[in-house]
């Protein structure tokens, strides 16, 4: 075993780093991190907030279709990883004391730091193979629509959404177990302090989550870009059907049915083409992280360009934690029955109703 007294003190995923041979010092990351903290948690404020009120908007109007339900679950992860994120800058805050005020703290910050750094990672897996899950449900429910209802039913995505939550655990696991507390007895003083402890696999371990760290990403992305497109490309066809139906006088239920898609689902398609066009654009600097990592020698942690590596990382936390906050906006300019479980709103009002048997974020009841 490794026994090791680190002082933890800075909140960016570098920690304790070598000298760095250009670009950013560790003052500067250092300034950067607490800088960062400050939209962080802001983001939180409003983040937290609002996915708790979109658990129980979905709790409360029923979780009966494959959409409400992965809405739901991607809202329980969302809400958890901004708790991360606020638990991030409480530990730099504890930190900046500790430099600057001579404040004692009775156990190193360090350990703390890594767990809560991989529940975070955690947390963002589960909800981009969600987001994934949703695209790929819409996309199939526009190009095969009389299979969709035996493709995605309630079990199945409810299976398959445990199966996401299984497998980011059994990911992050290990390196959680691989960092922990120790005390070590000083025989000069009589007393015992307070130490990190590191295992030995503990290389092995994060060299997968870093390995997935750049896979993940890059999958999802082209998965939900290739989607988006079939997406829009549908909602043009239909939008263009529909107005040459609507020339031509013929009734909405014929317009409908003649197109494939009703008023209502065009409603869905278009709402999950928004969760899905913010994914894309605010995961987009993890991606490019992703590639810069792979592309450039040095660019990780520990190495050449660690610090510069700290910094991309931070603007990356940035965006995810904004992305993981803004999906209630998009519930409630889309679905009236949403804002009225919400208690936001009138309940008379249905511009964006997006309730369907099959196919919308909430089943209306009938």
């Known amino acids: 075993m490794n026994f090791s007294h680190i002082d933890g003190t800075t909140m960016a995923p570098v920690l304790n780093p070598p000298s760095?041979?250009?670009?950013?010092?560790?003052?500067?990351?250092?300034?950067?991190?607490?800088?960062?903290?400050?939209?962080?948690?802001?983001?939180?404020v409003f983040g937290i907030p609002a996915n708790a009120l979109t658990i129980r908007a979905f709790l409360r109007l029923g979780a009966r279709d494959n959409a409400s339900i992965s809405f739901l679950h991607m809202a329980v992860s969302d809400m958890l990883h901004n708790c991360t994120i606020v638990i991030r800058?409480?530990?730099?805050?504890?930190?900046?004391?500790?430099?600057?005020?001579?404040?004692?703290?009775?156990?190193?910050?360090?350990?703390f730091i890594v767990v809560n750094l991989n529940l975070r990672e955690m947390f963002l897996t589960i909800s981009a193979l969600t987001t994934t899950f949703l695209a790929i449900a819409r996309c199939m429910g526009v190009a095969r629509p009389l299979q969709f209802k035996d493709m995605f039913t309630r079990p199945r995505t409810i299976i398959l959404l445990v199966l996401f939550d299984v497998f980011s655990f059994a990911s992050f696991f290990p390196v959680i177990c691989t960092v922990g507390i120790v005390y070590i007895w000083n025989p000069k003083t009589n007393t015992s302090k307070a130490a990190t402890w590191f295992a030995e696999g503990r290389e092995e371990a994060g060299r997968y989550v870093h390995s997935l760290d750049f896979v993940l990403p890059l999958i999802t992305e082209v998965i939900i870009i290739m989607c988006f497109v079939v997406m829009v490309i549908k909602l043009k066809e239909a939008s263009r059907f529909r107005k040459a139906s609507q020339s031509a006088g013929e009734k909405e239920s014929e317009n409908a049915k003649g197109s494939g898609l009703s008023s209502k689902e065009v409603a869905v398609l278009q709402q999950v083409s928004l969760v899905c066009f913010i994914y894309i654009s605010l995961n987009s600097a993890k991606v490019i992280t992703a590639i810069v990592t792979f592309v450039v020698p040095g660019f990780s942690l520990g190495q050449r360009y660690t610090n510069l590596y700290s910094t991309f990382h931070e603007i990356r936390m940035l965006f995810e934690t904004l992305c993981a906050s803004v999906n209630f906006i998009i519930y409630y300019k889309y679905n009236a029955r949403f804002r009225e479980a919400c208690g936001i709103g009138s309940s008379n009002s249905v511009h964006g109703e997006l309730s369907n048997k099959e196919t919308s974020v909430v089943t209306k009841s009938k």
């Open 89 to 111: 800058v409480c530990t730099e805050v504890l930190g900046l004391l500790k430099r600057r005020a001579g404040v004692k703290l009775a156990l190193p910050l360090l350990p």
């Open 20 to 44: 760095p041979t250009g670009f950013i010092t560790n003052a500067e990351v250092k300034l950067v991190s607490g800088f960062n903290s400050i939209p962080l948690l802001l983001c939180c």
